[in-house]
């Protein structure tokens, strides 16, 4: 099954709708338009394992692709010695793990894109940009703005 163009929570929900046709899957391909994090929340939760992600830029837009195969055991992708499971959720375990530049670029736009946020006043972004800023110093061992803080 290969989905495109769409939210991760409108994949989600597509895929619960045909529990049958999901079970005779041997894979799943998914490019969010938003809500990546859903969608592997939604897979982990289902016994599917992340096999692949990636962050293609294109644009000045970034998109992530990610795969995913049915397996009864946990997902070893959520394991990580400085994320928890719900941080890896946002970020992509494999992108984390992985360090390309793509993903580095990525990093580096959601933390400016909360920072901007913050620097507006915006509240409750603090946390959120501590952890993208978290995220491209593990990709880049960059130390970003006055808000970072490692955990």
């Known amino acids: 099954l290969t989905m495109a163009g769409m939210s991760g929570d409108t994949m989600a929900r597509i895929c619960d709708a045909r529990p049958a046709v999901v079970a005779a899957l041997a894979q799943i391909v ?5 809500g990546a994090e ?8 289902r016994g599917w394992h992340l096999r692949t992600e ?6 000045g837009r970034y998109f992530q692709v990610l795969a995913f195969s049915p397996r009864p055991e946990e997902d070893p992708a959520y394991r990580h010695p400085r994320f928890t499971k719900d941080e890896l959720f946002a970020l992509g375990p494999l992108l984390v793990a992985g360090a390309s530049p793509a993903t580095a670029a990525y990093y580096g736009a959601q933390v400016a894109r909360v920072g901007a946020l913050i620097d507006a006043g ?5 946390d959120e940009h501590a952890l993208w800023s978290r995220a491209l110093h593990s990709t880049t061992n960059a130390v970003v703005g006055p808000y970072f803080c490692e955990k």
């Not at 915006?122 to 603090?126: C, D, E, I, L, N």
């Open 30 to 34: 998914v490019q969010p338009n938003s």
């Open 38 to 45: 859903v969608f592997r929340r939604w897979a982990s939760s």
């Open 54 to 59: 990636e962050v293609i830029a294109e644009n």
């Open 122 to 126: 915006v509240p409750g972004f603090t």
